[in-house]
């Protein structure tokens, strides 16, 4: 209620009649007097209970009916340093922070203002009204309604945050997340603070009242756009201007004006290149011409260097068979390595034209990417686009003069090259080699393996045993450097001799025993028995009786239990030996006695018996000896 219709004490004073002001200036009564309290007081209305029920519908109905909540227009009707003063026709007026009205610098009484009513009464009793929460509430019925409608809104990016930048829309923040801000990656948020742009609502959270907006859907609705353009247009064989808009390991993307090609990397130069960069940049504005597309799935296949002829059909007249040429090795297989004579051109060296030699070479052990070698052309087809190299025909082929070289039986120094379970592949000179079989290493003895007794890159002495000037192959021979010692062996080593061996290797079936002259021989398990019967042991050395000589298989069999059986056997000859010549003794005895005595007596007689007796016994123990 305003300040006219409250009367103040003042007025009721200037307008009280004499009696009035008597009674008022009368003594105090104490509380025992009397008051007679139907006495009226003149100038004071009475009504009736109608009238009081009628006054009161004409006064309420000078008053607007709202709800909280609700939004409607209000007046300004006072500015204070602070506040506005604002009437919506209630009972009262509201005051809003001046805060809420940053947007209207120009703001004065009299404007009419949208507000929202909080409160009609807070607990102060006060009408509580705001314009800021009217402000979002308005803007997020507009959001929602562009929202369904997908209508383009107009905002202002306030601020940057985590993930995107936040953005005034119709009063009320809204977010763009980095994703949404343009179809190129942007890193520098900093740059669109401040700026008003145009956007589009593409997600609404109606329990938390959160939108999200999109710049890039905008942007992308042009493009779309001028893509369906773009493809209208387009045709095989059509030359377009691009640019260059990001760059792959397998290609690149060419930006043609809101619509992207893909070159690949096959398609960038007639000449192979690792990497896309090596030929293209970023930004950089170049034709290029369209291979193929489709329209359902808008992919656009371009290239690059169709739009220049293909080397092959402009190879130089200088490049024929058996022209020398150089190239620069652009790829490695197993059968051999392509070189490029020119972007474009490229010819293959086979790994049987590399070297003269008939050893097999690795091609990936031989050549390194990127080396330049000098070739000769064997064969070339412009037809076919194909060319065929030679690396050692720049050289004199040495298998044409290998005899008289490299004759039979004559003696060389190599280089072993490669080494197979079967023998040593040794390389005389390049182009030039031979394999020694793991049986013509050694005279004396046997390997498992060559890599035993040689390994690659050592030098070794080699005899030429055979010539095959067909196949390019030599067999070699490193035993036969030497004289064959087993002829001498077989004197050394005569069955039943005795020698002193070591043992170097030990298995269930025998043990292999180093004899002298670095000799090996074998002895069977059944003759390592011992005389005590202890096992024989790696690095033992004992005594070996040669029992088996193969000359022509270098093959030598030896026993120990041989030995010590032999040296019993001995003995008991020697002790046998030694009765019979007692008993001999004994016999030559008898015979002088008997021819002395013409006439025996009964002691001598005696004397024989004794005599015949030992001579019996002595007869007897040679038998058992014998036995």
């Given at each position: 209620?305003?300040?006219?219709?409250?009367?103040?004490?003042?007025?009721?004073?200037?307008?009280?009649?004499?009696?009035?002001?008597?009674?008022?200036?009368?003594?105090?009564?104490?509380?025992?007097?009397?008051?007679?309290?139907?006495?009226?007081?003149?100038?004071?209305?009475?009504?009736?209970?109608?009238?009081?029920?009628?006054?009161?519908?004409?006064?309420?109905?000078?008053?607007?009916?709202?709800?909280?909540?609700?939004?409607?227009?209000?007046?300004?009707?006072?500015?204070?340093?602070?506040?506005?003063?604002?009437?919506?026709?209630?009972?009262?007026?509201?005051?809003?922070?001046?805060?809420?009205?940053?947007?209207?610098?120009?703001?004065?009484?009299?404007?009419?203002?949208?507000?929202?009513?909080?409160?009609?009464?807070?607990?102060?009793?006060?009408?509580?009204?705001?314009?800021?929460?009217?402000?979002?509430?308005?803007?997020?019925?507009?959001?929602?309604?562009?929202?369904?409608?997908?209508?383009?809104?107009?905002?202002?990016?306030?601020?940057?945050?985590?993930?995107?930048?936040?953005?005034?829309?119709?009063?009320?923040?809204?977010?763009?997340p980095g994703s949404q801000i343009d179809v190129k990656p942007v890193t520098d948020y900093d740059q669109f603070v401040g700026k008003t742009m145009e956007f589009k609502v593409v997600k609404v959270n109606e329990t938390i009242r959160n939108a999200v907006v999109s710049?890039?859907?905008?942007?992308?609705?042009?493009?779309?756009?001028?893509?369906?353009?773009?493809?209208?247009?387009?045709?095989?064989?059509?030359?377009?201007?691009?640019?260059?808009?990001?760059?792959?390991?397998?290609?690149?993307?060419?930006?043609?004006?809101?619509?992207?090609?893909?070159?690949?990397?096959?398609?960038?130069?007639?000449?192979?290149?690792?990497?896309?960069?090596?030929?293209?940049?970023?930004?950089?504005?170049?034709?290029?011409?369209?291979?193929?597309?489709?329209?359902?799935?808008?992919?656009?296949?371009?290239?690059?260097?169709?739009?220049?002829?293909?080397?092959?059909?402009?190879?130089?007249?200088?490049?024929?068979?058996?022209?020398?040429?150089?190239?620069?090795?652009?790829?490695?297989?197993?059968?051999?390595?392509?070189?490029?004579?020119?972007?474009?051109?490229?010819?293959?060296?086979?790994?049987?034209?590399?070297?003269?030699?008939?050893?097999?070479?690795?091609?990936?052990?031989?050549?390194?990417?990127?080396?330049?070698?000098?070739?000769?052309?064997?064969?070339?087809?412009?037809?076919?686009?194909?060319?065929?190299?030679?690396?050692?025909?720049?050289?004199?082929?040495?298998?044409?003069?290998?005899?008289?070289?490299?004759?039979?039986?004559?003696?060389?120094?190599?280089?072993?090259?490669?080494?197979?379970?079967?023998?040593?592949?040794?390389?005389?000179?390049?182009?030039?080699?031979?394999?020694?079989?793991?049986?013509?290493?050694?005279?004396?003895?046997?390997?498992?393996?060559?890599?035993?007794?040689?390994?690659?890159?050592?030098?070794?002495?080699?005899?030429?045993?055979?010539?095959?000037?067909?196949?390019?192959?030599?067999?070699?021979?490193?035993?036969?450097?030497?004289?064959?010692?087993?002829?001498?062996?077989?004197?050394?080593?005569?069955?039943?001799?005795?020698?002193?061996?070591?043992?170097?290797?030990?298995?269930?079936?025998?043990?292999?025993?180093?004899?002298?002259?670095?000799?090996?021989?074998?002895?069977?398990?059944?003759?390592?028995?011992?005389?005590?019967?202890?096992?024989?042991?790696?690095?033992?050395?004992?005594?070996?009786?040669?029992?088996?000589?193969?000359?022509?298989?270098?093959?030598?069999?030896?026993?120990?239990?041989?030995?010590?059986?032999?040296?019993?056997?001995?003995?008991?000859?020697?002790?046998?030996?030694?009765?019979?010549?007692?008993?001999?003794?004994?016999?030559?005895?008898?015979?002088?006695?008997?021819?002395?005595?013409?006439?025996?007596?009964?002691?001598?007689?005696?004397?024989?018996?004794?005599?015949?007796?030992?001579?019996?016994?002595?007869?007897?123990?040679?038998?058992?000896?014998?036995?």
């Open positions: 209620m305003s300040e006219n219709n409250i009367p103040n004490e003042q007025n009721a004073e200037q307008q009280a009649t004499p009696v009035e002001t008597a009674v008022k200036n009368a003594p105090v009564a104490t509380a025992h007097d009397d008051f007679d309290w139907s006495v009226d007081k003149r100038n004071v209305s009475s009504y009736s209970k109608a009238e009081k029920e009628k006054y009161d519908a004409t006064y309420d109905s000078t008053f607007k009916v709202f709800e909280e909540n609700s939004l409607l227009n209000g007046t300004v009707v006072g500015l204070t340093n602070t506040d506005v003063v604002i009437n919506i026709g209630f009972k009262s007026d509201g005051l809003i922070s001046l805060n809420e009205f940053r947007d209207l610098p120009g703001l004065k009484i009299g404007d009419d203002v949208e507000v929202l009513v909080v409160e009609k009464e807070d607990r102060d009793g006060n009408l509580h009204l705001s314009r800021k929460q009217a402000r979002q509430k308005r803007a997020w019925e507009k959001i929602v309604e562009v929202y369904k409608t997908g209508e383009v809104v107009t905002g202002t990016v306030t601020s940057k945050t985590k993930g995107g930048l936040i953005v005034d829309v119709y009063g009320m923040e809204t977010f763009l710049h890039k859907a905008l942007i992308e609705s042009d493009i779309e756009q001028q893509r369906v353009d773009i493809i209208s247009k387009l045709e095989k064989g059509q030359v377009l201007e691009g640019t260059i808009k990001n760059i792959t390991d397998f290609g690149a993307f060419i930006d043609l004006g809101g619509l992207d090609g893909l070159l690949y990397i096959t398609d960038i130069s007639w000449g192979r290149i690792s990497h896309p960069s090596e030929v293209l940049q970023m930004d950089q504005k170049i034709n290029v011409v369209v291979l193929d597309f489709d329209d359902e799935k808008r992919r656009i296949s371009l290239g690059y260097k169709q739009l220049t002829p293909h080397p092959w059909d402009t190879l130089p007249a200088t490049i024929t068979e058996g022209a020398k040429v150089k190239g620069k090795v652009v790829n490695i297989e197993d059968y051999g390595a392509f070189l490029e004579i020119m972007p474009g051109v490229e010819g293959l060296v086979h790994v049987s034209e590399i070297s003269w030699a008939s050893t097999p070479i690795n091609a990936k052990e031989f050549f390194k990417l990127g080396e330049e070698y000098e070739a000769v052309v064997v064969t070339l087809s412009k037809e076919e686009r194909k060319m065929s190299l030679s690396i050692k025909q720049l050289t004199e082929d040495p298998w044409a003069t290998i005899e008289t070289k490299f004759p039979v039986d004559s003696r060389h120094k190599g280089i072993v090259k490669n080494i197979t379970p079967y023998g040593v592949f040794v390389e005389l000179e390049t182009g030039i080699g031979g394999m020694i079989h793991i049986s013509d290493l050694s005279w004396i003895k046997r390997f498992n393996h060559p890599s035993e007794y040689t390994k690659v890159g050592n030098e070794i002495d080699v005899v030429i045993l055979g010539i095959d000037k067909e196949n390019r192959k030599l067999s070699l021979g490193h035993k036969q450097i030497e004289e064959d010692p087993w002829n001498t062996f077989e004197t050394i080593f005569p069955i039943n001799s005795v020698h002193e061996g070591t043992v170097v290797k030990k298995d269930e079936k025998g043990a292999t025993v180093q004899l002298q002259y670095g000799l090996e021989a074998y002895a069977p398990a059944r003759h390592l028995r011992t005389e005590d019967d202890k096992p024989i042991n790696v690095e033992d050395v004992k005594e070996f009786m040669i029992i088996e000589f193969d000359r022509s298989e270098k093959r030598i069999l030896v026993s120990h239990t041989r030995v010590w059986e032999k040296a019993q056997a001995e003995e008991k000859q020697a002790v046998v030996k030694e009765k019979r010549e007692e008993a001999d003794k004994t016999r030559k005895a008898v015979k002088n006695i008997q021819g002395k005595v013409e006439k025996a007596t009964l002691g001598d007689l005696g004397a024989l018996a004794e005599l015949r007796e030992k001579l019996k016994q002595s007869e007897g123990g040679e038998e058992k000896s014998a036995q």
